[in-house]
Every structure is written in structure tokens, then in C-alpha cells.
């Protein structure tokens, strides 16, 4: 079967446009969370509800779950997290819109993974579950909504997108700005060849650098307050230090993918999605002070940095032709050249960090089985070139890319940095 990333190398720009203005139009959806959302009316009926369940849900799983549960087709039923704290608070939330005490909590994913009747599963855990997390997922037979980044290495993107193409499940990483309407519009400008012939494609990226240190141990709290050893899962092991489950293990390699993927896995998917480059890879990669700076097989530009923006917000991307030129970002508004490009609407009202577009394609695609936005194949390669790019940062060199391969053409030491050591049991 061919994959959605091959389908996309082949998408003449008529349908390409058409795909984008289909995205344009998902942008209104209800304010107030319904009682039906959780099963509390015949508002629809029980064979279009989608069921689902979340895996590690904090602070932005839960603003996630709180866009999932808009939506009147969904019911959420169980939560499963290493946190006491946060299992009670999923379950306080969902108990009090359904008006029962229905939802279960879990510690063990396997046990929530194997309710036969659940549909799908937002994760929102830290960066180093997700691809363990998705993939354990999609053998269990669940569709996913993951938050991003996606995985920690090139070896685990792959393996990602492998099992969701294996499993024929679908998949949609939490990269929502494809889904928001500046970075809609934006690309679509590219795709209509508005800004001319595409030379340079700009990523708003953080500092690269990681912490190969840790924190100094602390006594261990009881395993159903905070299971450590779950919360460590496929990392190395490490003393618990109630510091990393309060958000502080950004930042530590053994956890964190550094800054290039932070906002890269948003940013250089944009880049990707605008060039329509989704099904390859840059083929070069030069590390530029705190950036990268990297080169297509067709001489095509991306350069990730973070410094030079224009102050549009978070996560801009800045996309140069020929005949003109866009910048944008997370506030909605754009800057744009010539401004014979600029239509009425100056400002988009949705945020860059709003997932509520990107959840509605994402249950849209789990009742047509038809790729997601941000589905296991895209996301696989975006995240490819932000873990390819760290690792040219971490080496001070340039490096040299074969992108049907996803490995360096001759750089040993880059290779083996391709994958990461897991700790036993987990394996992908």
C-alpha cells in the first residue's frame, strides 16, 4: 500500500489547492463543553460516538482533552497516568460533565490499552513516551491523537510511522498549526505560486543544547503516588527527583530532544508542508551558530534558527520566493511582500497553540479512515530533519543525508546517534 507521504510526493498543485481550501474550513466549533460529549444525552447516538481514553494528561493534555470533549461525537472513559494526583484530577473533570462517577483510572497503559471498547487515545505524556506510548497504542488496536514531539530519535520516527502504516491506524501528531488558518493561508500562497519560484523556507527554533547531567536523588514517593519507574519507562535510569514530574526535565538529554526539535517539530513541519516536501528530506545539514542551516536535494533552503523574527509570535515561519516573501506566526497576524498579496483579513482569529481545528480532522479521519493532517508519515520526516539537524549541531560539522535511507552517508559517529539505548523491557 502506498504510503500517505508517497501520495503526497505525487499531488498535482490543482489538488493541492483543494486540500487547503478544505482545511480552511474547519475552523467553527462550539464554545460550551455538552453533556452529550460524555454520553449524558441522545444528542448522537451511541454508534457514532467515538470513545476514548487518555494516557499521562497534564497541563496540555488537559486543555487538549477540554477540545476533544467540544466535540459531541466523543466520550471519554478512562485516564491512565503514573500521577496519583493527575488521575484524580482527569476523573474530578470527567465525572462532573458526565454527572456520574464513570471514568476509570489506571496506572499501567497496558490495562487501559486493553479495553476492547475503546476507539482511540490522546497522549500527552512527556516527549519521552510518546513513540513507545503510540506505538504500544496502535498495536492495541487504538487510533491516536499524540502531542508532540513525536520521538527522541531518527530510529523511533521510523518505527512510528512503520507500525501506524502496519497497524492501519490512524495517526495525528499534535502539531495543530497545519490545521490554523495563518499557516493555511501561508502555504497556500506558496502552493499558488504567489511568491514565485520557492528559494528559502525559514523554522523559528530554540537553543539546541542539552544537559547530558542529572538531578541529584530524592527518597522516592509510594509507586501509586508516582510510579518512578513507569515515569522513567524507556530512558535510562535515573534517580527520582520530584523536579522532573513538575515539567523540570526539559532541558536533560536523557529526556528532552533539545530546542531544534522543541519548536522545530512544529516549525520545520511547516517548512516541509509548504514546500511539499512532506515525502523526503534536506540532503545536507550545517551547523550555524545556535542554528542549522540545510539544503534540499533541488537546492531548496531551510534554515532553522532563533534569532531575526519579525515578532509575529511563537513558532514563525518565514517562506521566500522569487516574486515575494511571508512571515507568520503563533499571534495570527503576517507580514507580507509585495502587499498586493494581502487579502482583507489581516489577522486569523485562532491562536497557533488552539488544537480545536486539528482534533475535529483528527475524529473526522477515525470515522473516514483517511490520512490525518498530521499523520505518522508526515510527522516521521519532520522530525527526521529536526533530529538530523541536532545531531550536525552536536558534531560542529557539516553532514551529508540520503533521505530514502534516513542515515548519514559516510559519518559513522553520526549514525549510531541516529537511535537511543532503551531500557529493558521496552523495545519499538
Known amino acids: 500500500m502506498a504510503t ?33 460529549a460524555l454520553g449524558r444525552s441522545n444528542t448522537v447516538a451511541p454508534s457514532e460516538r467515538i470513545v476514548l481514553g487518555g494516557l499521562g494528561l497534564g497541563g496540555r493534555g488537559t486543555g487538549d482533552l477540554s477540545d476533544f470533549l467540544r466535540n459531541p461525537d466523543v466520550q471519554f472513559v478512562a485516564i491512565c497516568d503514573v ?3 493527575r488521575r484524580l484530577a482527569i476523573k474530578k473533570m ?41 506505538i504500544t497504542a496502535a498495536r492495541a488496536g487504538k ?49 499558488a505560486g504567489k511568491l514565485g519560484k520557492l528559494h528559502t523556507v525559514h523554522a523559528n527554533t530554540l537553543p539546541p543544547a542539552t544537559s547530558h547531567q542529572w538531578l541529584p536523588g530524592e527518597p522516592e514517593p509510594a509507586k501509586d503516588d508516582v510510579d518512578w519507574d513507569m515515569w522513567l519507562g524507556p530512558c535510562p535510569w535515573r ?27 512544529h516549525t520545520v513541519d511547516l517548512c516541509q508542508w509548504a514546500a511539499q516536501k512532506d515525502h523526503t528530506t534536506p540532503v545536507e545539514f550545517v551547523p550555524e551558530g545556535s542554528g542549522v542551516h540545510a539544503t534540499y536535494a533541488d537546492g531548496l533552503k531551510l534554515v532553522m534558527r532563533d534569532e531575526g523574527w519579525m515578532g509575529l509570535g511563537t513558532c514563525s515561519v518565514r517562506y521566500e520566493g522569487d516574486e515575494g516573501w511571508i512571515e507568520t506566526g503563533d499571534s495570527g497576524n503576517f507580514a507580507i511582500h509585495p502587499e498586493s498579496l494581502r487579502t482583507e483579513q489581516t489577522v486569523f482569529r485562532q491562536a497557533g497553540t488552539d488544537p480545536s481545528t486539528h482534533i475535529r480532522n483528527f475524529l473526522n479521519c477515525i470515522k473516514t479512515r483517511q490520512p490525518a493532517n498530521s499523520n505518522a508519515d508526515v510527522a516521521a520526516r519532520s522530525h527526521v530533519v529536526s533530529h538530523a539537524a541536532y545531531i550536525a549541531w552536536q558534531l560542529g560539522r557539516t553532514l551529508k543525508f540520503n533521505p530514502l535511507t534516513e542515515a548519514f552517508i559516510d559519518d559513522d559517529e ?7 539505548a532503551l531500557r529493558a523491557p521496552w523495545r519499538l
Open 4 to 36: 500517505a507521504s508517497h501520495h503526497q510526493s505525487l499531488l498535482p498543485r490543482r489538488r493541492f489547492l483543494k486540500s487547503m481550501a478544505k482545511a480552511s474550513a474547519i475552523f467553527a466549533l462550539p464554545h460550551i463543553i455538552p453533556g452529550s
Open 83 to 85: 500521577r496519583k494526583e
Open 94 to 134: 470527567a465525572d462532573q460533565l458526565s454527572g456520574n462517577q464513570d471514568c476509570a483510572m489506571y496506572r499501567d497503559m497496558h490495562e487501559i490499552l486493553g479495553r476492547t471498547d475503546i476507539d482511540a487515545m490522546l497522549i500527552a505524556t512527556g516527549d519521552r513516551w510518546h513513540t513507545m506510548a503510540s
Open 143 to 191: 487510533d491516536v491523537y499524540c502531542e508532540k514531539p513525536c520521538s527522541m530519535t531518527i530510529a523511533e520516527s521510523r518505527a512510528l510511522a512503520d507500525t501506524f502504516r502496519k497497524y492501519d491506524r490512524i495517526y495525528q501528531a499534535g502539531t495543530q498549526r497545519r490545521s490554523i488558518g495563518n499557516f493555511i493561508f501561508a502555504t497556500g500562497l506558496v502552493a
Open 239 to 265: 534517580p527520582y527527583n520530584s523536579q522532573y514530574i513538575r515539567g523540570g526535565w526539559r532541558g536533560f538529554f536523557d529526556f528532552h530532544g533539545g530546542g531544534i526539535l522543541e519548536w522545530g517539530a
Open 414 to 420: 553520526a549514525n549510531r546517534m541516529r537511535s537511543r
